[in-house]
């Protein structure tokens, strides 16, 4: 990822846009192609495709490939309950439907024999909507793709600081290590000049490189200069790049009594004594409960940070005793250690048995590169499609690791049984959804009947089926899923509609006093 003679981070790690040789910038600002990260936007309704024409003797099987882009399977998200509803973001009717894309993707598409190109036009409305988009948060459908709003910088930094620490970097990975990468790369292509390089990085001179983008290591090996000798390049780029540092065993979080020990911290001590006094006396006192929820947010903030700073001496250090161990093994003729499995890493979304079409996803964005230009097309045309398979599955939240004692508890066989009834098996969704039926408003259910209804919209083999019809350990807990998962992210032009009973409700009181009258979910004063 990043192999190359990169820049290294230091104290440079900031926008290099604040500066006085970048006045050339601010007049391209009118022309020059927007960035992904800028606008998101589609400029041009019409997307120029290559197709390499295709002779009669080729085989049926490569008679498909063809040069498309990724933009091929843009779609617009529409409610409408019309079921012939123009949902094709294409000018091209006959791509509308998404289970029929994969097959018409396979029918040839050729060009015209006076012709280089085939053009696939987009339709005007598309200009102004954002490719990467945000999701929104339903009472009913879960997440769902935004309608236009894109996602912030912000998400996509946060992001790319994840992406290196799961890759192993010892550095901070930020959206510049990219920009800084490939300026030191088309510095030292002999196919780049100059004048190209700050081109295609938009500086008005070399000073900005020169300054902000140069990497201060010299990947050049100087000693062969001197000596006029062969340069030892590969090894050279090895040493000078920052995935040189890259580890997979190095620890992403911290373990369970690191992440408990931030407790003992004079400053959160103190914090934690004042909000017991506070307890004590509050007695109902909304003044007293104020300064109670703000004690407690400036418990949350400094117990984040101070686990993120011990997170980074963790992996800072982490280099020098690992390898400490593993001289150690190896003179005593041992193998490496493996990593040790904590209780949290068990429980991750990782080690959950993987959606079939997230196994899809993982094998086609990590196939390899193919030795044809025509593998090299089908192997898009499979990343592609994966992802458009992937993206209308939801993913399950993220288990929750702290007091995991206590939900190991309450899987216990009580969660299986209700009053007076026999267990229910967890894979039954149509048991599950026989129980979420009441027969008067006393009777109370500990399964959400929202939760089985997007259950039934699921193939079989879906694991998160299981996830959906659980019952909830008390009629309790379920009032609190509901309020918490459902009513509060009921959105102001949502469609409320209950898949189980087929019956759409007008607004938020409709689905509560059909909740509780119907499947015996009471959500007072939510």
């Known amino acids: 990822m990043f192999d190359s003679d990169e820049y290294q981070p230091s104290d440079m790690d900031t926008d290099p846009t604040n500066n006085s040789d970048m006045e050339f910038d601010s007049d391209l600002e009118d022309t020059r192609p927007p960035s992904v990260f800028d606008t998101n936007k589609h400029q041009s309704s019409d997307i120029e495709t290559d197709l390499t024409s295709q002779s009669g003797a080729e085989s049926e099987s490569e008679s498909y490939i063809c040069n498309l882009s990724p933009d091929y399977f843009l779609q617009i998200e529409d409610e409408s309950d019309d079921d012939d509803a123009d949902q094709t973001a294409f000018s091209a009717a006959t791509l509308k439907q998404l289970d029929g894309i994969e097959r018409r993707w396979k029918a040839k598409l050729d060009i015209h024999p006076d012709e280089d190109e085939l053009p696939l036009p987009l339709k005007k409305?598309?200009?102004?909507?954002?490719?990467?988009?945000?999701?929104?948060?339903?009472?009913?459908?879960?997440?769902?793709?935004?309608?236009?709003?894109?996602?912030?910088?912000?998400?996509?930094?946060?992001?790319?600081?994840?992406?290196?620490?799961?890759?192993?970097?010892?550095?901070?990975?930020?959206?510049?290590?990219?920009?800084?990468?490939?300026?030191?790369?088309?510095?030292?292509?002999?196919?780049?000049?100059?004048?190209?390089?700050?081109?295609?990085?938009?500086?008005?001179?070399?000073?900005?490189?020169?300054?902000?983008?140069?990497?201060?290591?010299?990947?050049?090996?100087?000693?062969?200069?001197?000596?006029?000798?062969?340069?030892?390049?590969?090894?050279?780029?090895?040493?000078?790049?920052?995935?040189?540092?890259?580890?997979?065993?190095?620890?992403?979080?911290?373990?369970?009594?690191?992440?408990?020990?931030?407790?003992?911290?004079?400053?959160?001590?103190?914090?934690?004594?004042?909000?017991?006094?506070?307890?004590?006396?509050?007695?109902?006192?909304?003044?007293?409960?104020?300064?109670?929820?703000?004690?407690?947010?400036?418990?949350?903030?400094?117990?984040?940070?101070?686990?993120?700073?011990?997170?980074?001496?963790?992996?800072?250090?982490?280099?020098?005793?690992?390898?400490?161990?593993?001289?150690?093994?190896?003179?005593?003729?041992?193998?490496?250690?493996?990593?040790?499995?904590?209780?949290?890493?068990?429980?991750?979304?990782?080690?959950?048995?993987?959606?079939?079409?997230?196994?899809?996803?993982?094998?086609?964005?990590?196939?390899?590169?193919?030795?044809?230009?025509?593998?090299?097309?089908?192997?898009?045309?499979?990343?592609?499609?994966?992802?458009?398979?992937?993206?209308?599955?939801?993913?399950?939240p993220l288990p929750r690791t702290r007091n995991q004692a206590m939900v190991n508890k309450n899987r216990s066989p009580l969660i299986l049984n209700t009053a007076g009834k026999d267990p229910l098996p967890m894979n039954d969704i149509g048991t599950a959804i026989a129980s979420v039926f009441v027969t008067n408003r006393d009777e109370r259910s500990r399964r959400c009947f929202l939760c089985i209804g997007r259950a039934t919209t699921l193939q079989p083999s879906d694991p998160a089926i299981e996830r959906l019809i659980n019952p909830f350990y008390s009629p309790g807990d379920l009032s609190k899923h509901f309020k918490r998962r459902h009513l509060s992210n009921i959105q102001p032009n949502e469609k409320l509609?209950?898949?189980?009973?087929?019956?759409?409700?007008?607004?938020?009181?409709?689905l509560q006093n059909h909740a509780e009258t119907v499947h015996g979910t009471v959500s007072h004063g939510g």
């Open 497 to 510: 509609h209950c898949r189980l009973c087929d019956e759409t409700l007008d607004d938020k009181m409709h």
């Open 125 to 396: 409305c598309m200009d102004e909507t954002f490719v990467f988009r945000d999701t929104d948060k339903t009472a009913v459908k879960g997440f769902i793709l935004s309608s236009n709003k894109q996602i912030t910088y912000g998400m996509i930094s946060k992001w790319t600081k994840d992406i290196g620490v799961f890759a192993g970097f010892i550095f901070t990975v930020i959206l510049y290590t990219l920009r800084y990468n490939s300026a030191n790369e088309f510095d030292n292509s002999p196919n780049i000049s100059d004048g190209l390089r700050n081109l295609l990085l938009q500086h008005a001179n070399s000073n900005t490189f020169r300054k902000h983008y140069l990497s201060r290591v010299v990947s050049v090996d100087t000693m062969a200069v001197v000596r006029r000798t062969k340069q030892q390049n590969a090894l050279m780029r090895q040493a000078c790049s920052i995935g040189y540092s890259a580890s997979t065993r190095r620890p992403t979080h911290l373990t369970a009594e690191q992440s408990a020990a931030v407790d003992g911290d004079p400053e959160i001590q103190k914090l934690l004594h004042q909000r017991q006094e506070l307890r004590k006396v509050a007695k109902g006192s909304p003044k007293a409960r104020e300064k109670i929820e703000s004690i407690t947010k400036a418990l949350q903030s400094l117990r984040v940070k101070l686990r993120r700073e011990l997170k980074q001496q963790y992996r800072q250090g982490w280099s020098r005793k690992q390898a400490v161990v593993d001289i150690e093994r190896q003179l005593a003729g041992q193998t490496f250690e493996e990593s040790p499995v904590s209780l949290s890493d068990e429980s991750s979304y990782s080690a959950q048995e993987q959606h079939p079409a997230q196994k899809r996803l993982f094998e086609a964005l990590t196939a390899p590169v193919a030795d044809t230009l025509e593998g090299e097309y089908q192997r898009r045309t499979n990343a592609v499609l994966a992802v458009m398979a992937y993206c209308p599955v939801q993913e399950s």
